[in-house]
């Protein structure tokens, strides 16, 4: 695979146990950095277990590959699709986190909270309450089906979920769904390796919940929140696969500091004034099939769907959403200001 510039992207695959009590988040990826030493660029695995433990393994580029005509990628011995995940990821791959790097986050997580909450925010009690997990050198390894995937609907005022802006060719950041909705079949084991390759954990995801989106680009956005579940209480003891949930809004530039549009004098000043507050709500009505943009939704993951019209007050949807992931990263509330006040 040929990337002649600075460049990820990124697979956020969510599975979720049919009882909803754990979740499991597989994210492939690959990362390509201009540096000339080009130590930073490499391929990766990332696994989040129960919504807080992070793993992190670290592949070379060369590892990294995409077959031709197929959404198919392999990462080593790994594979992903729209249909499967095989892992089989060493113990000898997976990077430990420094005191450094926990640190910086933390602050990191502080800063961000700090500008939301203001005075009520007790940083020192936000510390305490972050965890810095011991590091244990975890293989992990199983293969997980999915069934009946749910594409996001193409028309050609959005063609992907990020609508009309789909069609600009220069913005740093993309985000696509592969599937807002499937069900999920299979095993996922962590070996524990310190203590001669016992079996620690393992996740049984038959008749499970999944999701899958990605992200590519040159940069994150500046700030961002995120928000998404596909396991509603009312729709647990179904066979079929769950209605889902997506909200998201994010602050980013119309031209990417890497276009090179930047390095036309006087011009640089201008175009960075163009920062966006993009926004995106969709909801999967699992029992009809059928797919729902909205400008505005409620703060809580609590669905209710109605028919328009004065007249009409058919219900199609109401449920609550459990086991669902939730991201605040940078100045949300300047992002929550620009979308108020237009």
């Known amino acids: 695979m040929q990337i002649n510039k600075n460049f990820f992207e990124g697979w956020y695959y969510k599975t979720v146990t049919s009882n909803a009590k754990e979740s499991l988040i597989v994210i492939p990826g690959i990362y390509k950095s201009t540096s000339h030493s080009d130590e930073k660029s490499h391929a990766f695995v990332m696994v989040i277990r129960g919504g807080y433990e992070c793993l992190y393994y670290r592949y070379n580029i060369s590892e990294f590959s995409v077959e031709n005509g197929d959404f198919t990628i392999k990462i080593g011995q790994n594979k992903f699709n729209e249909n499967i995940i095989v892992l089989s990821l060493s113990s000898t791959r997976l990077v430990p986190s420094t005191d450094i790097e926990y640190e910086s986050y933390v602050n990191l997580v502080v800063k961000d909270w700090k500008k939301i909450l203001g005075r009520e925010l007790d940083p020192s009690s936000l510390k305490t309450s972050i965890i810095k997990h011991p590091y244990i050198p975890y293989s992990v390894r199983g293969y997980i089906s999915f069934n009946n995937t749910t594409p996001y609907p193409f028309t050609y005022s959005s063609p992907t979920v990020m609508g009309p802006f789909a069609y600009i060719p220069f913005l740093e950041c993309n985000h696509g769904v592969v599937s807002m909705s499937h069900k999920s079949f299979g095993m996922i084991e962590f070996v524990n390796m310190m203590h001669n390759g016992i079996v620690e954990n393992r996740i049984d995801l038959e008749n499970g919940f999944g999701y899958i989106e990605k992200d590519w680009g040159v ?51 201008f175009l960075s004034l163009f920062r966006l507050a993009g926004r995106i709500i969709v909801f999967y009505h699992a029992k009809s099939d059928i797919t729902y943009n909205f400008k505005s939704l409620d703060a809580e993951l609590h669905v ?39």
């Open 219 to 269: 940069n994150f956005p500046k700030s961002w929140i995120w928000s998404q579940s596909n396991t509603f209480i009312n729709e647990m003891k179904e066979d079929f696969k769950s209605s889902s949930i997506l909200v998201s809004v994010a602050d980013f530039p119309l031209i990417s500091p890497d276009n090179p549009l930047y390095n036309v004098p006087y011009l640089r000043n």
């Open 304 to 342: 209710k769907l109605w028919k328009s019209g004065e007249n009409s007050k058919e219900v199609i949807f109401n449920d609550i959403a459990v086991a669902g992931g939730l991201e605040i990263v940078g100045d949300v509330m300047q992002l929550v200001n620009k979308l108020t006040t237009r």
